[in-house]
């Protein structure tokens, strides 16, 4: 079983940017696609980015297309969310997830995933 940890969260202008980390320990990280996932208040948690066991197949939500980027380190067991060009509806608690699938395959439903973070608060200001 993993647990993950994500961090990296906080407050930050609109047009500005945040890194999240998601720190993972208790299993074998490349065994793991990995995801990131959002909830803002009196919405349903919903897909951001995802990325396969070996890094190199990514799939990203279009409403952060061209704005967000994730990556893993597989050697420090840790993804990555850079987020930049910020917006106000971008505020939300960020979840990072693991999920069992074989190497290249993704999925976006939470639902897929196996073991999932307590979440940072991401805030973006107008």
């Known amino acids: 079983q993993v647990q993950l940890v994500e961090s990296g969260g906080g407050l930050v202008q609109a047009g500005g940017s945040l890194s999240l980390s998601c720190a993972a320990s208790?299993?074998?990280?490349?065994?793991?696609?990995m995801g990131w996932f959002r909830q803002a208040p009196g919405k349903e948690r919903e897909f951001v980015a995802t990325?396969?066991?070996?890094?190199?197949?990514?799939t990203y939500a279009d409403s952060v297309k061209g704005r967000f980027t994730i990556s893993r380190d597989n050697a420090k067991n840790t993804v990555y969310l850079q987020m930049n060009s910020l917006k106000p509806e971008d505020t939300a608690v960020y979840y990072c997830?693991?999920?069992?699938?074989?190497?290249?395959?993704?999925?976006?439903?939470?639902?897929?995933?196996?073991?999932w973070g307590q979440g940072t608060q991401v805030t973006v200001s107008s």
């Open positions: 997830a693991a999920g069992v699938f074989p190497n290249l395959v993704l999925y976006t439903p939470p639902s897929r995933y196996d073991y």
């Open positions: 208790g299993g074998t990280f490349s065994n793991y696609a």
């Open positions: 990325i396969s066991r070996s890094g190199t197949r990514t």
